[in-house]
């Protein structure tokens, strides 16, 4: 069964600041798929940014980016610029393919201190 | 282009009663799957509906049942509601086997 780690329950960080919330899965499959969600208090979850395991190349979405480590099995988002509007729980997840489900961690809460 | 709606947004049920909760997949999408979220902990998947099937189940109860209609909007009823229920329940929409999940505003259930 695949298992998804968030070691930080909380964590802040100064605005404009950059931050790095950790992530550490445990599987057997060779191809799979990684997503970062944030959760503001408004309780939507929203997609902010995915990997796929066969691509080596670390994926970037404007100031969010992931480190990817398949060997180590570690996949740490890093949110450069810190914004208010960044506050929010982050769940790391795994998918193996589209019909399985997604394995969520506990997630991390980002406090952005103006 | 509609994202993923769910009905309704807040619900307040006593123990031992009934609920359904409603989800419109986001625009092009086929595949539903519904999710539990208790307070303070990431979500845990309940089941996938695809083709008007259930095609994957998570570790719940037979009292957490679902269906899923030939627009592929879906209902999750759950009968004879415990205090444990009380959770935040999202529903996500994907395309076919694709592997991306987009997610509603969710459903808060609190059972008294």
């Known amino acids: 069964a695949q298992t998804v780690t968030q070691s930080q329950p909380e964590m802040s960080v100064q605005e404009a600041e950059t931050v790095t919330l950790s992530c550490t899965y445990d599987?057997?499959?060779?191809?799979?798929?990684l997503f970062w969600y944030k959760q503001p208090p408004s309780r939507q979850m929203i997609l902010v940014i995915r990997?796929?395991?066969?691509?080596?190349q670390n994926a970037t979405e404007n100031r969010f980016s992931v480190n990817f480590q398949k060997a180590a099995k570690s996949f740490s988002l890093k949110i450069s610029d810190s914004q208010l509007g960044d506050t929010a729980m982050y769940f790391c997840?795994?998918?193996?393919?589209?019909?399985?489900?997604?394995?969520f961690g506990k997630g991390t809460r980002l406090s952005v201190i103006a | 282009d509609a994202g993923v709606t769910q009905s309704p947004t807040h619900l307040i049920k006593t123990r031992g009663q009934q609920v359904t909760l409603r989800c419109s997949p986001k625009?092009?999408?086929?595949?539903v799957s519904w999710y539990q979220q208790a307070l303070g902990q990431g979500p845990q998947f309940i089941f996938q509906?695809?083709?008007?099937?259930?095609?994957q189940r998570g570790n719940f109860p037979d009292r957490f049942s679902g269906h899923q209609f030939p627009n592929y909007s879906s209902e999750l009823n759950v009968n004879a509601l415990l205090l444990g229920d009380s959770a935040l329940y999202l529903c996500?929409?994907?395309f076919g086997a694709g592997e991306t999940q987009y997610f509603g505003p969710g459903t808060r259930l609190l059972v008294l």
């Open positions: 625009s092009g999408h086929d595949t």
């Open positions: 997840a795994f998918i193996y393919s589209g019909n399985t489900p997604l394995v």
């Open positions: 990997q796929e395991a066969y691509k080596q």
């Open positions: 996500a929409s994907s």
């Open positions: 599987t057997s499959e060779n191809n799979y798929y």
């Open positions: 509906y695809y083709e008007e099937e259930e095609r």
